[in-house]
């Protein structure tokens, strides 16, 4: 987490900042109510303009900033961006305008994979945004010499999360044509594998809401016990330690609140996102992100 700010010091009981262009960020707020469990939260899911990941970075920079905006004039202490095209191409200017701790979830997910990896190849399903631009590549290398990271763009993966159709025949075919590239068919003699990875990250917030069908895909393309990583936990485990060690934690004996705002259609994503987080959540408020950025 960047904790270079030239401000006041934000206070420890204020609420934690937390957004995406949907509801896939709910995957990282899930992680942090498990490794942060008194902090309050407010989580910010930009559902009127998802997808993020198709658009270019300087739209995906432009709407970014509205919502950082949006929360840091809620209060937060701090922000942590669930959404790995927004990590993979805003952070510095995020962090350039504003007078906050930001975290992203691209380097906590390098991290875990390289870590899962065993030294073999990469497999990264991302955006078409978050994949071109190499993000993961980069935090790899920062993190590994010899690391190599193979990237396949999943789009098809997100708008079938925004609908919640997690299951059954038409995800099951799109999340093994997206895995196949990083499994070859069963060894052949004499012929290298396709990619022959040592681990696959899910490399975009939607995606560990597939996680059972990847990873059951993936023992149908013989890629049975390779680790599946997903940054949330990570990402979750590294806020943890920057409020310890900057002491900015929340002390409050009681768990942490959850306060959820979209952009559009709070109602069906109330119904998504209760699904998913499995617990009551409270009303979902639509807030109005401003003219100039609509695009
Ligand atoms: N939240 C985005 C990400 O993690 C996926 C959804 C989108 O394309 O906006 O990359």
Redesign the pocket.
């Known amino acids: 987490m960047n904790g270079q700010r030239s401000g006041k010091q934000p206070s420890a009981d204020a609420p934690l900042g937390v957004f ?3 509801l ?2 709910l995957t990282v707020v899930h992680a942090l109510r498990d490794h942060c469990p008194n902090e309050d939260i407010i989580y910010l899911g930009d559902n009127a303009r ?6 270019s970075p300087d739209t995906v920079i432009r709407y970014a900033l509205t919502c950082a905006h949006e929360l840091a004039d809620r209060g937060v202490k701090a922000l942590v961006v ?7 191409v805003a952070l510095d200017e995020l962090r350039a305008q504003l007078d906050l701790p930001i975290t992203g ?1 691209i380097v906590p997910g390098a991290r875990a994979a390289v870590d899962a990896s065993g030294g073999h190849r990469i497999g990264v399903l ?2 078409v ?2 994949i071109t631009s190499g993000a993961y590549t980069r935090a790899v290398a920062s993190l590994s010499g010899r690391a190599e990271v193979i990237g396949q763009a999943a ?1 098809l993966l ?1 708008a079938l ?2 609908e919640g159709w997690m299951s059954g025949e038409v995800p099951e075919l799109v999340v093994k044509r997206y895995l196949d590239p990083f499994f070859g068919p069963e060894d052949v003699p004499g012929m290298p594998r396709r990619a022959d990875v040592g681990c696959v990250v899910l ?5 560990p809401l597939f996680r059972e069908l990847i990873v059951h895909q993936m023992r149908e393309l013989g890629g049975r016990g390779i680790p599946v990583v997903d940054s949330a936990i990570q990402t979750a485990l590294d806020v943890r330690a920057f409020l310890h060690d900057s002491g900015l934690g929340n002390s409050q004996a009681t768990s942490g609140t959850l306060q959820l705002l979209v952009t559009d259609m709070p109602a069906s994503f109330e119904e998504v996102a209760g699904r998913f987080l499995g617990a009551a959540l409270g009303r979902v408020e639509q807030v109005d992100l401003g003219k100039p950025t609509a695009g």
């Open positions: 995406d262009s949907g896939g960020g998802v997808p993020y990941g198709t658009r669930a959404c790995n095209t927004v990590s993979s979830v991302g955006t945004g978050t789009p997100v999360a925004e490399g975009c917030t939607h995606f």
